[in-house]
C-alpha cells in the first residue's frame, strides 16, 4: 500500500451508558470541530479522531452486547453520528458505514461464523474498522443494475481477486474490505469478498481530491491477483438467484444515519451564523445584526428546516417510516440541510464564503449528500411509479 493505516488502537473503554452519553458525545463534538479545518485542508485520513471514539467504545457500538459491543439500537447509533458529524463529518461518513456492517453482520448467515466473530471482536476491542467497496470505473454504482467488473477466480490455494474499486470511503484507514465482486462460475456468485488491509497485491491511489467531504479518503483501490481463503465470499449469492443487498431494516438505518450526518452539518453552520450575527455590530448600525428583523428571519427560516428534519428523522429512528419511505426520508432531509446552510450563506455574504471561517466549509460538505444512493431522481421516480401503479392517492 502507498499509505501505512493507523485506525486500530489498543486504547479501549465501554460504551458509555445511556444516561452518561450525552456530555461524553458534546466534548467529543468539540474535540472533533477543534481539528475539523485542518483535516478538511490535508484530506489526511482522520485517524486521531477514530482513537478519541475508540477510547469511548464508540467503534463497537453497534456490535452485539454478547460479543463485548454496545448492541445499540438505532436511536443511539444516530444519536452518537449527528454529535461526531456536528465536530467533523468525514469521521462520521466512515463510522456510519462500520454501524451500518455491524448491526446485521451476526444475523447474516452466509459469513462463516468464526469471521464473523472476529470482525466484531476486532471492532470491539482494537476499534478495526470495515466498509463495503462497490463502485467500479466502468460500471458507477451498482445501485443502477450490471454486474461488477471485478472478479474472483477460483484456484487450488483460494480466491484471487482483481479489479479496481472506485469512492472507497475509508480506504487508508479500514481493517477490512467488503469487496463487490463475482466469481468465475457460469453462474457467478455476486457479492462481497473479504479482504484483508494487508493482503498482497493492493495498491490504493490517491486520488480522493473533493470540493467537500474531504477527509473520507475515499480513494481508488486496486486488487491484483489478491489471495482470499475461499470462506473469504461471505455474502454472495448466485446470479441467477441474486439477494437484495439491504432488507427493509437496513434500508432505515442507512436513511437515517446517512441523513443524520448532513442535517448535524446544517446545524452546525446555524450554530456558527447565530453566533456571527450576535456578535458582529456594524459601526454604522450601532447594535448587532441579530437585532434586525431580517436575519431573524433568516434564522426562523433555517431552524424551520432542521425542526422538520429532527421530527422526520426521530420518527424514523422509532420506527415510525416504512422501509418503502427510506428513499424520500434521505431527499427530504438533505434537501432541508442544502437550504439550511444556503440561507446562512446568503445572510452572511463574504464572511460565509470566506476560508476564514468554518460555513464555507459546511456548504461544501452538505452538498455531498447528493451524491449518495438513493439519489434524487431515483427517489422521485420510484415514488412516482408507486403511486401510479397503484392508482390511489399516497
Not at 466469481?183 to 490504493?204: C, E, Q
Not at 432488507?247 to 437515517?256: H, P, R
Request: proline letters at 7%; aromatic letters at 6%; hydrophobic letters at 40%.
Amino acid at each position: 500500500m502507498s499509505q501505512s493505516s493507523a485506525n486500530t488502537v489498543p486504547l479501549h473503554r465501554a460504551t458509555p451508558p445511556e444516561d452518561a452519553l450525552d456530555p461524553v458525545l458534546a466534548i467529543i463534538t468539540r474535540e472533533l470541530a477543534a481539528s475539523a479545518a485542518g483535516f478538511d485542508r490535508s484530506g489526511a485520513f482522520p485517524a486521531a479522531n477514530f482513537a478519541l471514539l475508540q477510547r469511548h467504545g464508540l467503534l463497537g457500538l453497534t456490535v452485539p452486547k454478547s460479543l463485548g459491543g454496545g448492541g445499540a439500537d438505532l436511536p443511539t447509533a444516530r444519536k452518537v453520528i449527528a454529535a461526531v458529524a456536528k465536530g467533523e463529518p468525514s469521521t462520521a461518513l466512515i463510522l456510519v458505514m462500520q454501524y451500518l456492517q455491524h448491526f446485521r453482520l451476526q444475523d447474516d448467515q452466509r459469513w462463516p461464523a468464526h469471521l464473523r466473530e472476529r470482525l466484531a471482536r476486532e471492532a470491539v476491542e482494537h476499534g478495526a474498522l470495515i466498509n463495503a467497496f462497490r463502485v467500479e470505473p466502468e460500471l458507477g454504482t451498482p445501485a443502477r443494475g450490471g454486474l461488477p467488473a471485478t472478479v474472483a477466480r477460483r484456484t487450488a490455494e483460494g480466491w484471487r481477486l482483481s479489479g479496481t474499486k472506485l469512492y472507497s470511503t475509508g480506504s487508508h484507514g479500514l481493517e477490512w474490505y467488503l469487496v463487490w465482486g463475482r466469481s468465475d462460475d457460469a453462474d457467478p456468485l455476486v457479492g462481497g469478498f473479504l479482504v484483508h488491509r494487508d493482503s498482497p497485491g493492493i495498491r490504493i491511489v490517491d486520488e480522493w481530491d473533493h470540493l467537500g467531504m474531504r477527509a473520507t479518503c475515499s480513494h481508488r483501490v486496486e486488487f491484483d491477483d489478491v489471495l482470499l481463503p475461499l470462506d473469504h465470499a461471505v455474502s454472495v449469492s448466485p446470479a441467477s438467484a441474486p439477494r437484495p443487498e439491504l432488507d427493509g431494516e437496513s434500508l432505515v438505518w442507512m436513511a437515517v444515519l446517512l441523513s443524520s450526518i448532513y442535517d448535524a452539518v446544517a446545524q452546525a453552520a446555524r450554530d456558527w451564523l447565530v453566533t456571527f450575527l450576535r456578535e458582529r455590530t456594524p459601526s454604522n448600525l450601532g447594535q448587532p445584526l441579530a437585532s434586525l428583523p431580517r436575519f431573524q428571519e433568516r434564522v426562523g427560516r433555517i431552524d424551520t428546516l432542521l425542526f422538520a428534519n429532527r421530527n422526520l428523522l426521530d420518527s424514523a429512528a422509532a420506527g415510525l417510516v416504512p422501509a418503502q419511505n427510506a428513499g424520500q426520508l434521505k431527499q427530504l432531509v438533505t434537501q432541508n440541510a442544502i437550504q439550511a446552510v444556503e440561507l446562512a450563506i446568503e445572510a452572511t455574504g463574504n464572511p460565509g464564503l470566506s476560508r476564514h471561517n468554518p460555513l464555507e466549509r459546511h456548504y461544501r460538505d452538505v452538498l455531498c449528500s447528493r451524491i449518495h444512493t438513493p439519489q434524487d431522481d431515483v427517489v422521485f421516480h420510484g415514488t412516482g411509479r408507486a403511486a401510479l401503479d397503484a392508482g390511489v392517492a399516497p
